[in-house]
């Protein structure tokens, strides 16, 4: 129950915000990583960039370190 109510309340914080993560088949964000990232953050960037390509036809780039550009930043890891 609290978990369910958590999801709700966080889907209310960003209700009616845009988010673009590819535009004209153009990557509109990146995915962030630690530095030296643990495997299995390496391993989630890689299943999240697949799963958006599968989707949108675009590959997000992964970075590792300081975010560089604009756009949205998805973290994976610590």
């Known amino acids: 129950i609290i978990c ?4 709700l309340i966080c889907g209310r914080i960003v209700d009616g915000a845009e988010y673009t993560l590819v535009k004209d088949g153009k990557p509109q964000a990146e995915i962030v990583l630690a530095e030296k990232p643990v495997k299995a ?4 960037a890689f299943e999240l960039q697949e799963h958006i390509k599968q989707i949108t036809g675009a590959t ?3 970075i590792k370190g300081k975010p560089q550009g604009q756009g949205l930043k998805h973290f994976v890891g610590n």
């Open 4 to 7: 369910v109510a958590l999801f």
């Open 41 to 44: 953050a390496q391993l989630g």
């Open 60 to 62: 997000l780039p992964i």
